[in-house]
């Protein structure tokens, strides 16, 4: 038999579903670059004429410290969550208090697998009593489905909650920087925009450009920042107005990439990169995020031998002594680089900094050997071997000052 | 400025084949669409609540001109209307969904409607192309519904009339897989000939 007879018609442009956003013939006619995330495409930069791909990820990721950046997030999985057990059902599957999150304001935290380990993460925000919304993950939203539905309906089906994606109907504009608010202010209306009156993780209706936008106070930069929900079919007349309030602020669309460098400076894990189906809150300490005085699912294994190991992996920041070398993505954490040397951890992300001028990296490292100052050699195939001095893994702002602007 | 529509910039030419009589695929945007969640007594309710007959078996549907009710599954039903009837509807039934333990969310813009139109064999035909379910006359009749896929894509369809040897058969897709869809539906009826209408 051909491998035609089992393809059928599911070749070349058919091969698969490719998913765009609302904002794709935006980004591309702004010169985006594309990168497939599942069957998404989504911007991995925008690249000037003649400018390379990394110049242009560091420039975007500059703009949004200094000023104010666009990002399209709208392939973030989105849930709409009702019923008089809504609350009870997401307090059992998140590890953060849902049942006290009062309405108006959202809170970030983890889902867990019955082992403990890290399925995904997301934030949760309280429309009403008995309605939430959920922000989750773009890779992991049709895992957490069918996740969030095997509980709903095999586990506990006297619980009444209803579930829902949301994710195709609105674009999100994520805008965020030092500026984000002065921009959302010549554009917004119907809702107060002070630090006073919407602060950090809280969720308002209101208007930008005279469209009914779902605002969320959030952010994946450590920067002030806002997610704009808005209707699918706006989307580029809501984000053209922006641009187009702004040309003293500046605001500049940022892809992926950028996005990376900056939660890379803050150390905010990305699930599939800190995390690899292996890995507890623990090991990333997020201890922080585990609700005490009530349970969740996986909470009974992070008690288990094993997962209070001294010697379980620990995330850590990774600081190259010499602040050009890039150590790689997936190199193994060793004593000295040869051959033998029995890894330590490995390195899951790093990037050029273009805030710190250097470059910085996290990484998983064995908790006994885990204390800062403590110097380590990242070891790659093929690749110079790069010495690294660990640290907290936080880069930027730690106090978070930037964030609560 | 005027919304943009799921299939706004998909290029007519790129699908058409010819034919002497081509099946029909229109995008009708923004269809009112609200989702229902619940038991079977609160969607027998919410249909009295807005005017609609029964709908009681899975595959059922019931209408009053423009509005109508696909019952998809035991515990889901799907309101579809004149587009901007959405607001209306979901604020009629909000009480009703809180006060009996039930969801209603609005899709309007969150999948598109899909038009099938042509010779009832042609669009039998390609329908069976890509859709799993036995989609012959005797099997899924005009106003029968089901929620099922077609090729990798999930769609709810619904046969909608059937008059002088046509028919037409309605596709509710999700907004970033309608472009997919298309090309496929084109792709599986080129035989019959094959137009898109923006």
């Known amino acids: 038999m051909s491998f035609g007879a089992l393809a059928g018609v599911h070749r070349g442009d058919l091969f698969r579903p490719i998913r765009t956003t609302p904002l794709h013939a935006w980004a591309a006619a702004r010169g985006a670059v594309f990168e497939d995330v599942g069957n998404w495409k989504r911007p991995t930069a925008f690249p000037r004429p003649g400018e390379r791909l990394e110049a242009a990820a560091a420039r975007e990721a500059r703009a949004v410290r200094t000023s104010v950046g666009l990002a399209d997030a709208s392939t973030l999985g989105a849930f709409d969550v009702q019923g008089p057990d809504a609350a009870t059902f997401l307090d059992r599957i998140w590890t ?6 009062p309405v108006g304001r959202c809170r970030y935290g983890l889902v867990l697998k019955d082992d403990g380990t890290v399925l995904d993460d997301g934030v949760v925000c309280r429309l009403a009593p008995n309605r939430f919304l959920l922000s989750t993950t773009t890779g992991g939203a049709a895992r957490l489905h069918a996740w969030l539905e095997r509980w709903a309906q095999t586990e506990w089906p006297n619980l009444r909650v209803w579930i829902t994606p949301l994710a195709e109907g609105r674009a999100v504009i994520a805008v965020q920087g030092p500026r984000s608010r002065l921009l959302l202010r010549r554009a917004a209306s119907g809702v107060d925009l002070s630090p006073e009156a919407f602060p950090h993780m809280a969720w308002r209706d209101g208007e930008i450009a005279g469209v009914a936008a779902r605002i969320l106070r959030v952010s994946f930069t450590g920067e002030t920042g806002f997610e704009l929900q808005v209707p699918a079919s706006r989307a580029e007349e ?53 609700a005490p005085g009530k349970d969740f699912l996986g909470k009974r294994s992070l008690d288990l031998a094993e997962h209070r190991r001294p010697d379980r992996p620990r995330l850590v920041g990774l600081l190259p002594l010499d602040p050009t070398a890039l150590p790689a993505v997936g190199g193994q954490l060793v004593e000295r680089a040869e051959p033998g040397a029995p890894s330590l951890g490995r390195v899951s992300s790093a990037g050029r900094s273009p805030t710190l001028g250097r470059t910085i990296a996290l990484g998983l490292v064995r908790g006994d050997r885990a204390r800062p100052g403590e110097r380590l050699t990242v070891f790659a195939a093929d690749r110079p071997p790069v010495e690294v001095e660990l640290r907290a893994p936080c880069f930027l702002d730690p106090e978070g000052a930037r964030l609560r602007g | 400025m005027a919304r943009i529509t799921a299939l706004a910039r998909l290029d007519p030419a790129a699908l058409a084949s010819a034919g002497p009589d081509p099946l029909v695929l229109r995008e009708v945007p923004f269809t009112a669409r609200l989702l229902l969640r619940g038991d079977a007594a609160l969607l027998a309710l919410a249909l009295e609540t807005v005017g609609l007959g029964p709908a009681e078996r899975v595959g059922a549907v019931a209408r009053v001109g423009e509005r109508r009710a696909l019952r998809l599954g035991p515990d889901r039903l799907v309101l579809l209307d004149r587009p901007g009837e959405e607001v209306g509807l979901e604020a009629r039934l909000a009480p009703l969904v809180g006060e009996r333990g039930g969801a209603v969310a609005d899709l309007t813009e969150a999948m598109t409607t899909l038009a099938l139109d042509g010779p009832e064999p042609a669009v039998r035909a390609t329908m069976a192309e890509g859709c799993p379910l036995d989609l012959h006359a005797r099997a899924f009749p005009p106003g029968r519904c089901a929620a099922s896929l077609y090729g990798k894509v999930p769609v709810w369809l619904k046969a909608v009339e059937a008059r002088a040897g046509r028919l037409r058969v309605e596709l509710q897709v999700d907004r970033s897989l309608a472009v997919h869809l298309a090309r496929h539906l084109a792709l599986a009826g080129r035989e019959f000939g094959f137009r898109f209408e923006s």
């Not at chain 1, 953060?96 to 999150?101: E, T």
């Not at chain 1, 400076?265 to 990333?284: A, N, Q």
């Open chain 1, 96 to 101: 953060i208090d849902v049942a006290g999150l």
């Open chain 1, 238 to 290: 809501v984000i053209d107005t922006l641009l187009r309030l702004g040309p003293d602020l500046e605001p500049t669309p940022y892809g992926l990439e950028a996005m990376h460098l900056l939660r890379l400076e803050k150390g905010y894990i990305l699930v599939g990169h800190e995390t690899d189906g292996t890995v507890t809150p623990r090991d990333l300490g997020l201890e922080r995020l585990l």
